[in-house]
């Protein structure tokens, strides 16, 4: 047998190596977890803001990404699969420079479209620049003129995450490198 083959079968070495794979998806945990969940969770409350789509597509959603929108008209169309179906949202009135808006619909039928309420759509709010794939965008540009550039993404449904769910990404994660950074410490002593 070969050195490399030796140590590839110490129960040891093996213990050292999963300790570091620990390390490294604790951290993946903690920070993919982290990112995704802060800002929503931070620049959201619980009761949305109405919000016109003027205002959306012209200011942003300002302080609060939880929105209920109104105003707007929708494409009679959209694109998507059996999972996610986008549509354009067109405020009213219309006017120029200002965002394109894109409603997320989970489950939608692209071809049928979804129920969106007279009243408003609600939802979480996330920028849209850079959010969709060449395929994608091809799709969406079917739908109209489309600035991905300047563009929100009105995630229909959608509520802010709770503090708790931020909290248990990230404490499972450093929880996972505690582990990991403990077995290495205590196996990857010299004997």
């Given at each position: ?8 079968w ?7 190596m ?11 945990i ?10 929503a ?6 009761e949305?803001?109405i ?17 209920v ?9 959209g ?8 549509f ?5 009135p219309?006017?120029?420079g ?9 489950g939608g ?83």
């Open positions: 047998m070969s050195l490399l083959e030796d140590t590839a110490d129960p040891k070495y093996r213990a050292v999963g300790s570091v794979g620990l390390i490294v998806v604790g951290f993946s903690a920070l993919w977890g982290g990112c995704s969940d802060l800002k969770t931070l620049y959201s409350e619980a949305p803001q919000i016109t789509a003027h205002q959306l597509a012209s200011a942003g959603p300002g302080d609060n990404l939880h929105v929108v109104t105003d707007y008209s929708t494409s009679r169309e694109v998507g699969n059996e999972n996610v179906s986008w354009l949202m067109n405020p009213k219309a006017g120029g200002m965002a394109t808006l894109v409603v997320e619909a989970d039928n692209a071809l049928f479209g979804v129920f969106l309420p007279d009243d408003g759509v609600q939802g979480m709010v996330r920028n849209g620049s850079g959010a969709f794939n060449a395929d994608q965008r091809n799709a969406i540009k079917k739908l109209g003129p489309v600035d991905f550039d300047n563009l929100w993404i009105i995630e229909q449904g959608e509520e802010p995450p709770p503090w708790w769910k931020f909290l248990l990404k990230v404490g499972g994660g450093l929880a996972l490198v505690a582990v990991g950074a403990a077995i290495f410490l205590f196996l990857g002593r010299g004997d």
